[in-house]
C-alpha cells in the first residue's frame, strides 16, 4: 500500500503534532520560494502565537541529492524575536500523474524528519 503526501502530511504529521502540542499550520503563498516544489507553512504555538516557519522540500529532482535531513535555515534569537525557520528535506518521487505515493518506510522518514523539526520549533 502507498501513502499520499497530503494526506501524510494534514492527517498524519500536522495531525499529531497538533494533538500533542497544540501547534496549528497554515501554509503561506506569500513567501518567496527557491524552488516551485518547495512548501512553507506557519507555525503556531497553542496559544496561537507564532512559533516558527516550516519548509516542506519533499518532492526529489535532479538538482538534489537523495536521502533526508532537517536544519535550520535562519538563526534564532527569542530575545530578538527571531523565530526559527527550519527545513525539511527529502526525496520523495513524484509520478507522472502529479501525486506522491509514499511507502511505509517513507512515512516513517516524514515522521523521523519532521521531529528534528519540531526540536528546532521548540528550542
Not at 44 to 65: E, H
Amino acid at each position: 500500500p502507498f501513502f499520499e503526501l497530503e494526506t501524510v502530511l494534514w492527517k498524519g504529521v500536522f495531525y499529531i503534532a497538533t494533538q500533542l502540542y497544540g501547534l496549528t499550520f497554515k501554509e503561506r503563498s506569500d513567501l518567496p520560494l527557491y524552488h516551485e516544489d518547495v512548501r512553507i507553512f506557519e507555525v503556531f504555538d497553542s496559544d496561537g502565537t507564532p512559533l516558527a516557519l516550516f519548509v516542506a522540500d519533499y518532492i526529489a529532482r535532479p538538482s538534489k541529492r537523495g536521502g533526508a535531513c532537517t536544519f535550520s535555515l535562519a538563526g534564532v534569537s527569542r530575545l530578538a524575536g527571531a523565530r526559527p525557520v527550519v527545513a525539511n528535506l527529502c526525496s520523495f518521487y513524484r509520478r507522472p500523474d502529479g501525486k506522491v505515493l509514499m511507502t511505509d518506510n517513507e512515512v516513517r522518514t516524514a515522521f523521523h524528519e519532521f521531529g528534528h523539526a519540531l526540536h528546532d520549533f521548540f528550542t
